[in-house]
């Protein structure tokens, strides 16, 4: 009753999961940066979540305040991942046409 429209069905969620997985190999190329404290620190992310370059500048090392730097370093590395999580979305989005799929789905 339902073959020839669950075979189609399949086969566009197969196309579906290949596209996912180039989408995803992809990503894992591609690298953000981040700055904090007026771009003193410089962090930068690959798609799979991983500080690949970290920059301070030396004017930022103030050994009576290393609590600073810390918030510094801190600060960037987030904001790198929240562009990475940012740009992980906005591509799934261009794949899925905005379909809010869970994740792991695929």
Not at 69 to 93: C, F, H, W, Y
Request: charged fraction near 25%; proline fraction near 4%; glycine fraction near 10%.
């Amino acid at each position: 009753m339902y073959g020839g429209n669950m075979g189609n069905m399949m086969k566009q969620v197969q196309k579906m999961q290949k596209q996912m997985a180039k989408m995803q190999e992809e990503i894992q190329e591609k690298v953000v940066e981040a700055t904090s404290g007026g771009g003193m620190v410089r962090v930068e992310v690959n798609g799979k979540k991983e500080v690949v370059s970290l920059t301070i500048d030396p004017e930022a090392v103030d050994p009576e305040d290393v609590e600073m730097l810390q918030d510094m370093i801190l600060a960037a590395v987030n904001e790198g991942l929240r562009k990475m999580d940012e740009l992980t979305a906005s591509e799934m989005k261009k794949l899925t046409g905005g379909m809010n799929l869970p994740p792991g789905l695929f």
